[in-house]
């Protein structure tokens, strides 16, 4: 062979080699994944969760049922209120005598008001809840919901709280983003509350089912700090989920 042949044949390797690296592995490998599922197994890899303990906590339907767990007793609250049905967030506010329902992303000025008040008088008053068209749930529907616990729940705050913020909420609500940031405040402020996460992912929302379960499999694996940086990094940009 001569070397003008030589050379040409070396650079057409070249040119091909080339070309094959810029579509990420080219003829014969798999590109690496993208989209929701892969930025979800991402970030619960980040946390210290496995590949394969990942994929299998996944397909686990003692997962899902975690979460349906979480919509079964936002079904209970709509019944025992008479709702015509319950968006996200929804928020119980729970102290010793009152549960009080709060939907919608309210202010943190909100909050912090129904707080104060109780850490002063030991209660809430219903004019303060005028003043926002909240009308209190009957303390009964206490006994028809899970209590806080904090061996159970995925919760910030106290173990032993006077006042329980219970959110239900949807990873990919942009409401649910407001109201993160927040009840992160409340809880950072106050030694005696706390907020407990659980899940209501709606169903035009496609991906919040997947990123429920794939939450409870951080928790699993990881525990209750990586439930709630999983909840943050979302929060913090729920792009990753479209």
């Given at each position: 062979m001569n070397?003008?042949?030589?050379?040409?044949?070396?650079?057409?390797?070249?040119?091909?080699?080339?070309?094959?690296?810029?579509?990420?592995?080219?003829?014969?490998?798999?590109?690496?994944?993208?989209?929701?599922?892969?930025?979800?197994?991402?970030?619960?890899?980040?946390?210290?969760?496995?590949?394969?303990?990942?994929?299998?906590?996944?397909?686990?339907?003692?997962?899902?049922?975690?979460?349906?767990?979480?919509?079964?007793?936002?079904?209970?609250?709509?019944?025992?209120?008479?709702?015509?049905?319950?968006?996200?967030?929804f928020n119980l506010v729970i102290t010793d005598t009152q549960a009080i329902p709060v939907s919608g992303a309210y202010p943190y000025e909100f909050f912090n008001l129904m707080i104060q008040e109780y850490n002063e008088s030991g209660t809430i008053s219903q004019a303060t809840l005028d003043q926002f068209e909240i009308i209190p749930f009957d303390y009964e529907i206490t006994d028809l919901i899970r209590e806080f616990n904090p061996d159970q729940d995925h919760y910030k705050g106290s173990a032993t709280p006077e006042i329980a913020i219970i959110e239900y909420s949807d990873f990919e609500c942009p409401f649910c983003s407001r109201i993160h940031v927040t009840l992160e405040k409340i809880v950072s402020e106050n030694d005696n509350v706390a907020w407990t996460y659980r899940h209501l992912p709606l169903g035009f929302h496609a991906q919040a089912m997947p990123a429920a379960i794939a939450s409870e499999c951080v928790a699993k694996e990881e525990g209750n700090d990586a439930f709630w940086s999983f909840a943050d990094t979302i929060f913090a940009d729920q792009g990753i989920l479209k």
């Amino acid at each position: 062979m001569n070397a003008d042949l030589k050379s040409n044949i070396a650079i057409i390797l070249s040119v091909i080699a080339i070309l094959i690296s810029s579509l990420g592995g080219g003829i014969g490998t798999s590109n690496t994944p993208i989209g929701p599922e892969a930025n979800l197994k991402n970030i619960a890899k980040e946390l210290g969760v496995g590949s394969r303990g990942y994929d299998k906590c996944i397909a686990d339907p003692t997962i899902e049922a975690l979460v349906q767990e979480d919509i079964n007793e936002t079904n209970t609250i709509v019944q025992f209120a008479q709702l015509q049905g319950i968006g996200t967030p929804f928020n119980l506010v729970i102290t010793d005598t009152q549960a009080i329902p709060v939907s919608g992303a309210y202010p943190y000025e909100f909050f912090n008001l129904m707080i104060q008040e109780y850490n002063e008088s030991g209660t809430i008053s219903q004019a303060t809840l005028d003043q926002f068209e909240i009308i209190p749930f009957d303390y009964e529907i206490t006994d028809l919901i899970r209590e806080f616990n904090p061996d159970q729940d995925h919760y910030k705050g106290s173990a032993t709280p006077e006042i329980a913020i219970i959110e239900y909420s949807d990873f990919e609500c942009p409401f649910c983003s407001r109201i993160h940031v927040t009840l992160e405040k409340i809880v950072s402020e106050n030694d005696n509350v706390a907020w407990t996460y659980r899940h209501l992912p709606l169903g035009f929302h496609a991906q919040a089912m997947p990123a429920a379960i794939a939450s409870e499999c951080v928790a699993k694996e990881e525990g209750n700090d990586a439930f709630w940086s999983f909840a943050d990094t979302i929060f913090a940009d729920q792009g990753i989920l479209k």
